[in-house]
């Protein structure tokens, strides 16, 4: 790993630094992150886990710029960006980052196949035709490109969530639960094309999951408790993870 002249290794394409954030005010007030600093390496495949309302998805959110924080840092390629304003955020979003959201947020008025290229469009990139080819024929959405969202079941939506975030082949892939509606053919399919999209593209993903399963599928696991950072497991095996995770509830 190299280390640039500001102390920061070249690998890390996300560093975040004292994150906190908190919800409401007064006495109904929730601290969702309480002090989190973490990086992710570039070109890994990262899993978030941690009990529920442990703060996985605001951090997802926070890293991707969709929310922000109330004080810390996120530096993203060398550049902070808490301190982006709405316009400059926007364009991050739409260059850089792709989402695959636990509500999977597609166009009902556009069909599966509009969906899938529409953050390409709109980034005004070329289509990658093979890229798009592979990733329908593996996601198993060849007979369904001509529906609509409401005319597929809650996996095939998922499933197009997922095309969508890969067909962009942006630099960090957000994915909060992508296998959670998938029987266990389809969410193999999905950990290992998002797995495929950091050895073959470089890119970084960054994945929610509660299963372990689907955690071990990463390079990394990185673990959250009460908004806190609850240490990371490297390398991770499904036992690994389910004995880091018994542990941490220990804690
Ligand atoms: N918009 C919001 N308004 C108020 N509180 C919120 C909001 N979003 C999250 N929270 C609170 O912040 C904490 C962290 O929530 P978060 O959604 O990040 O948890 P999570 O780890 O993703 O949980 P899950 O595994 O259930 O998806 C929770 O206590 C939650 O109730
Ligand atoms: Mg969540």
Redesign the pocket.
Known sequence: MSISANGISDDVVLSAEGLRKS??RGETA?T?LDDISVDFEAGRFSAIM??????????MHVLAGLDRVDSGTITMSGRDITTLNDRQLTQLRRDRVGFIF?AFNLVPTLSAEQNIELPVSLARKRIDRDWKAEVVERLELGDRLKHRPHELSGGQQQRVAVARALLTRPDVIYADEPTGNLDSHSGTEVLSLLHGATTRYGQSIIM?T?DPMAASHADRVVL?KD?RAGGEVRQPTRESVVSALSELSDQ
């Open positions: 919800f409401g929730v969702a941690g009990p529920s309302g442990s703060g996985k998805s605001t951090l636990q929610v509660h959250l908004g």
